[in-house]
């Protein structure tokens, strides 16, 4: 049980750092991985390698996808795409339908943009539909607001689950599919559905009513919004599709299995982007760039914590503590992919950060993996699901819901920490469906 101690010592350490005495995620992790190569009986000389390699092996993995990742989703919200694409689907669906219609906008919406960027970005849409029509802000807001979690949580190119499918060497156009499945259900249920429930909650802030509009000089048309801000979910559709209508030797075969590698998706999106959402507009070179470095500024705290979090799985690898830890879950009747799923949602209300919480839960599984027969990308999901799980007052995202939308700390509980934590459970429940289901099929 020493190991078992240790582990539960480095992650509360980890908890400690970050949350008592406000350490920078990276910093801690960096302190905490030498802490568990020390304890964990890794030889003074090879601690530091250690941790080099974890931090090398796992950005070299990851910071090209994250990077481009970050550029187009910075470009689709510069140039107006994001607002174009918002604006027609609202026109599509009416007042009526107006939650579908918010949910499919902040679905598609995340599926480039990173988290933060998409929250501001969505803010002023939700408040100027809300003074306009008269709305719930919680019906109109937490569709969309679910959507930008649950893309957040399951679908790459997003930092997380980009990271969660390097450490497990999953296949991202499955996991891509298999993540989207997963969150359908969720955001319904904790969008438009969860919604109904709690829609006096906020309506009679007046503070909340302002009309702000997003304009811009010269916005793409819908069909190029589209396309630019769907560019990697088409070519991995397209590149993992194809090839089962021909042989695994054909030349098709082949040249889909290059296109649909990761870096070559955002390569091909960002230059696609770039095109449509810039030159096309009007748009200098230099203008662009200057786009595309201010995207990388805002991203690189994350690449650095995903770094550390790297750090932290090679010592718990070099130390052997994984093939311990699979031993002893052997004889635990949990199934892996729920076990994965408690420990991510523990860090997660301990922490607050929900990439914090994936990275680690994943340092702590995947020295496991070989031991347990389980999918890959499911394991991605089961952790991405239970890393939203809880959000509360050490999680940023609680706040800015709270303070955008005038509300009380009890009715933030009421409305965002359920939201979330809904996502999160239903999030499990589709993975644990879909792990008996994949076999049959």
């Not at 997003?214 to 559709?237: T, W």
């Amino acid at each position: 049980m020493s190991l078992f101690l240790t582990l539960f010592l480095v992650v509360f350490a980890l908890i400690v750092l970050i949350s008592l005495f406000k350490i920078n995620p990276f910093i801690s992790f960096l302190i905490v991985s030498i802490i568990a190569g020390l304890a964990l009986g890794i030889p003074y000389s090879k601690i530091t390698a250690a941790v080099q390699k974890g931090i090398g092996d796992m950005m070299a993995s990851i910071v090209i996808v994250i990077c481009l990742g970050a550029m187009i989703g910075k470009l689709v919200a510069e140039s107006g795409a994001a607002k174009v694409i918002a604006d027609r689907i609202i026109q599509l669906f009416g007042v009526k339908y107006i939650q579908w219609g918010m949910l499919l906008t902040g679905f598609i919406i995340g599926i480039p943009l990173f988290y933060n960027i998409g929250f501001v970005l969505v803010i002023p849409i939700i408040f100027s539909l809300v003074y306009q029509y008269k709305i719930s802000p919680m019906l109109v807001g937490l569709p969309m607001l679910a959507s930008l979690s649950a893309a957040h949580a399951f679908l790459p190119p997003h930092p997380s689950p980009v990271a969660l499918i390097a450490v497990f060497n999953a296949d991202m156009g499955k996991t891509l599919f298999l993540g989207i499945l997963c969150a359908i259900p969720s955001i319904i249920i904790a969008g438009p559905l969860f919604s109904k429930t709690i829609k006096n909650i906020g309506n009679n802030n007046d503070e909340t009513l302002y009309k702000q509009e997003v304009i811009s000089s010269q916005s793409p048309s819908v069909i190029i919004s589209f396309v630019a801000a769907l560019m990697p979910v088409g070519i991995i559709s397209f590149a993992h599709i194809l090839p089962y209508f021909f042989s695994k030797e054909s030349e098709i075969t082949s040249i889909c299995t290059t296109i649909g590698d990761p870096t070559i998706v955002m390569i091909l999106s960002l230059i696609t982007s770039t095109y449509l959402l810039g030159i096309r507009l009007g748009k200098s070179i230099k203008e662009l760039m200057g786009i595309y470095e201010n995207a990388i500024k805002e991203i690189f705290m994350i690449l650095l914590i995903i770094g550390g979090s790297g750090a932290l799985k090679e010592v718990l690898i070099q130390s052997g503590a994984g093939d311990q830890i699979a031993v002893f879950f052997e004889h635990v009747n949990i199934h892996p992919l729920l076990l994965a799923w408690l420990i991510a949602a523990t860090i997660r209300v301990c922490l607050g950060s929900a990439t914090v919480a994936g990275l680690t839960t994943a340092g702590i599984v995947a020295p496991m993996m070989q031991h347990i027969q389980v999918d890959t990308s499911l394991m991605v999901l089961a952790i991405g699901a239970g890393s939203i799980m809880f959000s509360h007052v050490n999680d940023s995202g609680f706040w800015l819901f709270k303070e955008y939308f005038k509300l009380s700390i009890k009715d933030t509980f009421r409305t965002w920490t359920l939201m979330e934590s809904l996502l999160s459970v239903v999030g499990i429940i589709c993975v644990m469906i879909l792990n008996y289901v994949l076999p049959m099929l």
